[in-house]
């Protein structure tokens, strides 16, 4: 009997610690290490970052989600990091001069340089915006505004040269967002990537 008693004296914390590590990383919080540099500088490739379940998607946040089926070629549980441009109902114009309009006003984008905003953003699009025959269906066609449907999210990267993004494949739907991306107190670019969660 003290045996068993012994036994379940160190099995049962272990257990118990072990249950609320996965409810942890399945409804609250979850570390994420960032593959690839869609999000340069402000997020580097191999940087390792948490992403909050439970914190609400905002406009501008950073977010990571499951890309599979989304865009052409991913393999299953393939995650990808990027910044939400354009929530569900939002209404989207970027201009050839690469100014970003939401539902008709302005929005700064101070976490990327004037060339990412411009040039990198509109990298590989014709002379009316975004390349609309390469984007979803969903967008509306012959114009430069494109309105997110419900449940979607349309996202970026920060480094827009590069970004593999809704620009060429549409939307995200919620059921594949996994959370909001959060950095450490040490992290130089926190700023850019926690302020806008």
Same mark, same amino acid.
């Given at each position: 009997?003290?045996?068993?008693?012994?036994?379940?004296?160190?099995?049962?914390?272990?257990? +118990?610690?072990?249950?609320?590590?996965?409810?942890?990383?399945?409804?609250?919080?979850?570390?994420?290490?960032?593959?690839?540099?869609?999000?340069?500088?402000?997020?580097?490739?191999?940087?390792?970052?948490? +992403?909050?379940?439970?914190?609400?998607?905002?406009?501008?946040?950073?977010?990571?989600?499951?890309?599979?089926?989304?865009?052409?070629?991913?393999?299953?549980?393939?995650?990808?990091?990027?910044?939400?441009?354009?929530?569900?109902?939002?209404?989207?114009?970027?201009?050839?001069?690469?100014?970003?309009?939401?539902?008709?006003?302005?929005?700064?984008?101070?976490?990327?340089?004037?060339?990412?905003?411009?040039?990198?953003?509109?990298?590989?699009?014709?002379?009316?915006?975004?390349?609309?025959?390469?984007?979803?269906?969903?967008?509306?066609?012959?114009?430069?505004?494109?309105?997110?449907?419900?449940?979607?999210?349309?996202?970026?990267?920060?480094?827009?040269? +590069?970004?593999?993004?809704?620009?060429?494949?549409?939307?995200?739907?919620?059921?594949?967002?996994?959370?909001?991306?959060?950095?450490?107190?040490?992290?130089?670019?926190?700023?850019?990537?926690?302020?806008?969660?």
């Amino acid at each position: 009997m003290k045996v068993i008693k012994s036994i379940f004296s160190w099995i049962l914390p272990i257990a +118990i610690g072990l249950a609320l590590a996965l409810l942890l990383k399945a409804y609250i919080i979850s570390p994420v290490r960032v593959d690839g540099d869609s999000m340069m500088p402000n997020l580097q490739n191999n940087e390792h970052v948490v +992403i909050l379940k439970a914190k609400p998607i905002k406009r501008l946040s950073v977010v990571v989600f499951n890309a599979y089926k989304l865009a052409p070629d991913t393999q299953p549980n393939t995650e990808f990091v990027k910044r939400v441009i354009g929530i569900p109902g939002d209404r989207i114009t970027y201009t050839k001069t690469g100014h970003l309009y939401v539902n008709g006003k302005y929005i700064k984008q101070p976490f990327i340089s004037r060339q990412q905003q411009t040039t990198g953003t509109l990298s590989n699009v014709d002379d009316n915006g975004f390349n609309l025959s390469i984007l979803s269906k969903k967008w509306r066609r012959g114009g430069q505004t494109a309105v997110v449907p419900r449940g979607q999210y349309f996202v970026m990267g920060d480094n827009r040269n +590069i970004s593999y993004d809704s620009r060429y494949w549409g939307f995200v739907p919620k059921s594949h967002m996994e959370g909001v991306v959060y950095t450490f107190p040490w992290d130089a670019n926190r700023q850019e990537i926690n302020n806008y969660g």
